[in-house]
């Protein structure tokens, strides 16, 4: 599947969770989705994106948010996925798996295709993990997937794309946070 198909599948059952994009997904996501709950994540630091979203669930028990984030920035922080398992919170993460550092340049990730997501989320302690290489199947339990209770690690496949540069998020930072605090009402 490629990362276009993956996401517009969430877009279709995300209701009204927060979703928090990072890298390769930010340049897409727009095309989906453009609501108060979308934040463009695009620190200087790969990776960060699920404490970001952890933190926001916590913050806010009562919504559900989905993280949606590349395989090679969740490799740069593993100690999330042991964080998000010890504080569990409605946190849903969403790996596009293209086996690539996409936006820097398409370099391979070191034992792509080898690595087992969902092992090492088990491993952490998120006991509900998904796995899933083709749309298809994505398509027929994205609904069950994203239902309470979090967390939980959801493992999509994709096709890597090279050639691509970072994609710049749609608003500014300081405009980002603006609508999110308005989409969450605080």
């Known amino acids: 599947m490629t990362s276009e198909e993956a996401l517009a599948i969430l877009a279709q059952y995300r209701s009204d969770a927060v979703v928090i994009t990072s890298m390769g997904a930010v340049g897409i996501w727009p095309r ?3 609501t108060l709950l979308d934040f463009a994540y695009m620190p200087s630091a790969m990776g960060q994106a699920p404490a970001l979203g952890l933190g926001l669930a916590l913050a806010q028990p009562q919504r559900r ?13 593993l100690g999330s996925l042991v964080t ?14 293209n086996g690539l550092y996409e936006v820097t340049g398409g370099q391979p990730i070191v034992g ?11 491993g952490a302690g998120i006991r509900r993990t998904y796995h899933f290489c083709e749309a298809t199947a994505w398509q027929q339990a994205a609904r069950q997937c ?8 959801i493992w999509l496949e994709v096709e890597g794309r090279l050639g691509l540069k970072t994609p710049a998020p749609p608003r500014s930072m300081p405009e980002q946070i603006e609508r999110l605090r308005r989409g969450l009402g605080v």
């Open 32 to 34: 989906f989705s453009d």
């Open 65 to 77: 948010v989905i993280v949606v984030c590349g395989d090679g920035s969740l490799l740069m922080n």
């Open 84 to 97: 998000i398992a010890n504080y569990p919170a409605e946190l849903y993460l969403v790996i596009l798996d």
């Open 112 to 122: 792509s295709r080898r690595i087992h997501f969902g092992l090492l989320a088990q």
């Open 146 to 153: 994203l239902e309470p209770p979090g967390p939980v690690m």
